[in-house]
């Protein structure tokens, strides 16, 4: 049950590396709260990797909704603010519905950005860059790349996977067009409204 009164939606947060029980401890509070979920997963939300991503299978789904889930190409260009934007419409449409949203997930940048209401007005784009960069990783591999994060921007290093190669690209991009890493940048573009409250429930779990 939900309680108290507040003027913003209120969210639930599963968040947590893999094999940690968030699925089915989210599933669990979406049957008992009337719920649905959202999910928070930079790899999940791509077809046909069901392979390493342990996406839930229908069984551990329970019959919940899952929104944001293996709805997005490999081949698609699919950055972070498309992410926040279809995030943000998704929370909107399950509360609207009376249903409460929950957040489930292991990707940090993408529960940060959306829970804070982080702004994503970018910093812009230098396409040489990433052409070299893309190139590099063709010729070298993606380790290559993937190793000129540790230096510059270590918290991305250790977040994002070496195959993960457009968001490694993206932080690389950030860093030489900012002087910050992609963290410092999300964390300076907060835009300070917050659009999401805690679900206090009775006994368990309060984000905030």
Known sequence: MI???????????????????????SAELALRLDGE?????????YKYMDIGTAKPT???KRGVPHHLMDFVSPTEDYSLADYAAAAH???????????LPIMVGGTGLYIDTVAENISLEGPGEDKSLRKELEKTAKEKGNAVVHKMLESIDPESYKRLHENDLKRVIRAIEIY????RT???YNRESRKGKQLY???RLKGFLIWG
């Open 3 to 25: 309680t108290g009164k507040t003027t913003k939606i209120p969210l639930i947060i599963c968040a947590g590396p893999t094999a940690s029980g968030k699925t089915a401890l």
């Open 37 to 45: 979920i959202i999910s928070a997963d930079s790899m999940q939300i």
């Open 58 to 60: 229908e069984n551990e």
């Open 89 to 99: 419409r998704v929370i909107k449409d399950v509360y609207s519905r009376g249903k």
């Open 176 to 179: 030489k067009l900012t002087g």
């Open 182 to 184: 992609i963290g410092e």
């Open 197 to 199: 409250a805690p679900a």
